[in-house]
């Protein structure tokens, strides 16, 4: 270990849980998810196959000019279109001439193909892959043709061309045809701008030069507040973290990638924190000022952001919700390291943090193991844990008890903390449940399920020693999840929590609508037990469970202490004594209390002879009286 690890480290365990204490908690913070109340209404309506909402809601950004929203609607329903068709094509048959339903058409051919190209650089790209995508841009020129020459005055549907001259390999004056219409139209709109940035840099068919002059010259024309001043910060992102060429040397002068990052951090400064609008250009702008090392801005930012996680560009570097937690984490270590031991971490510059837009989700785990195993994997995983045993499943006898009675299965869920341990705060990547869940499978050849429940939205994971085999998410405003995904997803269930047909477990899978009901049928077709009362709408429902018993939190070295001794503690959890351990003590107590009577009334019998069998005697007495009080 280094000097400055030895100097640092104390620094980051004394202030780390305080730094950024005030940020959502991570099982808050989600990826694209729609935050717009109208627009999730709309998608959850299409997903049952009702396109009423959507076309009203187009209708209305068309009628007032609404340009910015017009487009991440229209992207949204033809995301939604894209695994679940039907509302759209219900809708287009009814009304084909509607500008608003060819302007979803549009753009679902030109998301249909890119599904098929993927999102690989060409040399990853099948042969057959790039046929079917030039294929099905060829069929889109039509479409997209029509929903422009319905609204003459509308700039998405050359947004949309844009993306198209991009994937047809268009030459240069044709993009230029394309630019020239898009901006005739609405000169400051961003989305248009943004996808003219696509096309002009060095990865397609411009260069980093060409790509940071136009972003520049677009926001030196902007109005105060534009989002059109974060181009350049695209264009740095783009050179910075997307391009495979090096930059230590490259053709951009360094003063334009901090120009960019101070560009955009102002820009920030216009919306208001937690605002999903600016979601997108501070997910882009935490992570440049983290490569500049600017840890006290990023913070702001992050704070800034609250729980809208976006896609880009943390899916450049890996999975993006883990990306974004992960770098969120290491700026409040670095700032932690960089506090004097003795000093105070500096105080957030908006000290009112927003209320999070998506609420956490509650979380419960049935576990396929007796509470007292449970409880043995569950002693080192640094939270404290509330483990019931649960009853059978409806229609299925129970154990020794008869039906209802505990079947060797639990329910766990977390108990709050008023002085969580550093352990749970520092946690990064998942809520703690499933942090615990991850650690207490690990080495057990049992499963665990964990549920995880809001207003509108339900998932689970399903954790087998100590490694995720499956997760699911249900969202009435999410495209339907792709058949072999869910599959996939059933097929891991199905082997864990044995299922001799798998096809319920995809439909179920599959659907979108009225989540809390599929998660429940879920856990019902898994043969578990049936989710308690009030799981959801409260905290910790098992508080009032029979047999229910707190495992406290431990430190490390309490843990590995008795995780060895088997000694849980108090609060425990009992755990059922076999015949061997009862014969044993009973016999060794029938051993030593003679001789420990015979050393103490014989004279001759020295004080340490006389001591053995008395702390003997009184360990196994002590012993036999609090197994046999825990069997009551």
């Given at each position: 270990?280094?000097?400055?690890?030895?100097?640092?480290?104390?620094?980051?365990?004394?202030?780390?849980?305080?730094?950024?204490?005030?940020?959502?908690?991570?099982?808050?913070?989600?990826?694209?998810?729609?935050?717009?109340?109208?627009?999730?209404?709309?998608?959850?309506?299409?997903?049952?196959?009702?396109?009423?909402?959507?076309?009203?809601?187009?209708?209305?950004?068309?009628?007032?000019?609404?340009?910015?929203?017009?487009?991440?609607?229209?992207?949204?329903?033809?995301?939604?279109a894209l695994h679940n068709p039907g509302w759209l094509e219900s809708w287009l048959s009814r009304s084909p001439e509607d500008p608003d339903a060819l302007l979803v058409k549009a753009d679902l051919c030109i998301q249909q193909a890119w599904e098929i190209r993927s999102s690989h650089r060409a040399r990853h790209v099948s042969e057959d892959q790039f046929r079917a995508?030039?294929?099905?841009?060829?069929?889109?020129?039509?479409?997209?043709?029509?929903?422009?020459?319905?609204?003459?005055?509308?700039?998405?549907?050359?947004?949309?061309?844009?993306?198209?001259?991009?994937?047809?390999?268009?030459?240069?004056?044709?993009?230029?045809?394309?630019?020239?219409?898009?901006?005739?139209?609405?000169?400051?709109?961003?989305?248009?701008?943004?996808?003219?940035?696509?096309?002009?840099?060095?990865?397609?068919?411009?260069?980093?030069?060409?790509?940071?002059?136009?972003?520049?010259?677009?926001?030196?024309?902007?109005?105060?507040?534009?989002?059109?001043?974060?181009?350049?910060?695209?264009?740095?992102?783009?050179?910075?973290?997307?391009?495979?060429?090096?930059?230590?040397?490259?053709?951009?002068?360094?003063?334009r990638v901090r120009a960019a990052v101070d560009r955009a951090l102002e820009l920030s400064g216009w919306y208001e924190p937690g605002d999903p609008e600016a979601a997108g250009f501070r997910n882009h702008l935490a992570l440049m000022l983290i490569l500049a090392e600017r840890w006290s801005e990023a913070l702001e930012v992050f704070r800034a952001i609250g729980v809208h996680a976006a896609e880009f560009p943390w899916t450049y570097l890996g999975d993006s919700r883990k990306e974004f937690l992960e770098f969120r984490l290491g700026v409040r270590m670095q700032i932690a390291s960089k506090t004097p031991f003795f000093g105070r971490p500096p105080r957030p510059e908006n000290p009112a943090a927003p209320v999070p837009a998506v609420p956490a989700p509650r979380s419960l785990a049935i576990a396929a193991a007796p509470p007292h195993e449970v409880a043995d994997a569950a002693l080192m995983c640094g939270v404290s844990l509330r483990i019931a045993p649960a009853p059978a499943p409806p229609g299925r006898p129970g154990g020794p008890g008869g039906p209802g009675a505990p079947t060797g299965l639990s329910y766990v869920e977390l108990v709050a903390d008023p002085s969580p341990g550093r352990r749970a705060t520092l946690v990064a990547g998942e809520e703690m449940l499933t942090s615990a869940a991850d650690n207490f499978t690990t080495g057990e050849k049992w499963p665990a399920l964990v549920l995880r429940r809001t207003a509108d939205r339900c998932g689970f994971t399903l954790f087998h020693k100590g490694k995720p085999r499956a997760s699911h998410l249900w969202d009435p405003a999410a495209p339907v999840t792709d058949h072999a995904e869910a599959t996939a997803t059933a097929a891991a269930l199905a082997e864990l929590f044995p299922v001799p047909d798998e096809r319920p477990l995809v439909t179920l899978l599959r659907g979108t609508n009225d989540p809390a009901s599929r998660q429940s049928e879920l856990v019902t077709a898994l043969g578990l037990p049936p989710l308690p009362d009030g799981f959801g709408e409260r905290d910790e429902i098992l508080a009032d469970a029979p047999g229910a018993q707190i495992l406290a939190r431990r430190g490390v070295f309490k843990g590995i202490r008795d995780t060895m001794s088997k000694d849980l503690g108090t609060p425990t959890l009992p755990a059922p004594r076999s015949r061997r351990w009862w014969l044993l003590r009973v016999a060794g107590l029938l051993f030593f209390v003679p001789l420990m009577a015979y050393a103490w009334w014989s004279p001759g019998v020295s004080w340490y002879r006389t001591v053995i069998p008395t702390g003997w005697s009184l360990f196994l007495a002590l012993q036999l009286r609090k197994a046999w009080g825990q069997r009551r």
């Open positions: 270990m280094s000097l400055r690890s030895l100097i640092t480290m104390p620094r980051m365990l004394r202030h780390g849980s305080a730094v950024g204490a005030d940020l959502p908690p991570d099982e808050a913070v989600t990826v694209g998810t729609v935050a717009d109340p109208a627009l999730r209404a709309a998608l959850a309506a299409c997903s049952a196959g009702d396109a009423g909402l959507a076309r009203e809601l187009l209708a209305g950004t068309r009628l007032d000019a609404q340009w910015e929203r017009r487009s991440g609607y229209v992207s949204e329903l033809a995301e939604s995508f030039f294929t099905l841009l060829e069929d889109a020129v039509p479409v997209i043709a029509a929903a422009a020459e319905r609204n003459p005055t509308d700039p998405v549907p050359w947004e949309i061309a844009l993306t198209h001259a991009r994937g047809i390999q268009a030459p240069r004056h044709v993009f230029d045809a394309y630019w020239k219409e898009a901006v005739a139209r609405a000169p400051h709109h961003y989305g248009c701008h943004a996808t003219a940035l696509q096309y002009l840099c060095d990865k397609w068919y411009g260069s980093h030069e060409e790509m940071f002059g136009f972003a520049e010259k677009a926001a030196e024309g902007a109005l105060p507040g534009s989002k059109l001043h974060a181009l350049p910060l695209l264009a740095a992102i783009e050179y910075e973290v997307v391009s495979e060429d090096s930059t230590e040397n490259g053709p951009i002068d360094p003063a």
